[in-house]
């Protein structure tokens, strides 16, 4: 089952001069979606509390395509690009009802970390792998996902 879409609604005062949505606002939106993507995969507060362990995000890409209005609603639909047993790369696609195709895409590296004093990597539980796993896209549809620049990707020795 994929994971559901996160929903969200422009503050007034996220609009800049020219009717927009200032650009630091597509972070804060994608970081709440990322957090929602926490949720589902049971990495989420209940969790965090009992392990100690979260995600931090190590990388991330975002692409402005389209304007986004304050009447906009946005819907962020999170996709797993690829994942190992400490690290998630995830993609993450804004639309809004205007528009046929994406007003953003948001691509992250984001690594599972115990924290503590002194933070460190932590593998993912088991079933957080085996979900992740589960849902990781295809290659090809790896391949086709947002616009191509500088690759944010997990490199295997």
């Known amino acids: ?12 005062a996220w609009i800049d001069y020219n009717g927009h949505l200032r650009d630091a606002y597509y972070g804060l939106i994608f970081s709440y979606a990322i957090d929602d993507v926490m949720d589902q995969l049971g990495l989420d507060a209940p969790y965090r509390d009992r392990t100690s362990c979260t995600l931090y995000t190590l990388e991330l890409h975002l692409h402005f395509l389209h304007e986004v209005k304050a009447s906009d609603e946005l819907t962020v639909q999170s996709l797993i690009l690829d994942a190992d047993h400490k690290r998630l790369h995830a993609g993450s696609e804004f639309r809004c009802g205007r528009l046929a195709e994406p007003v953003a895409i948001a691509e992250a590296m984001l690594l599972h970390v115990r924290q503590g004093a002194m933070p460190a990597t932590a593998s993912f539980p088991k079933d957080v792998e085996l979900r992740l796993q589960q849902l990781k896209l295809s290659p090809d549809a790896i391949a086709a996902f947002g616009p191509q620049s500088r690759r944010i990707e997990i490199r295997r020795r």
């Open 1 to 12: 089952m994929p994971l559901t879409a996160y929903r969200a609604t422009i503050d007034p």
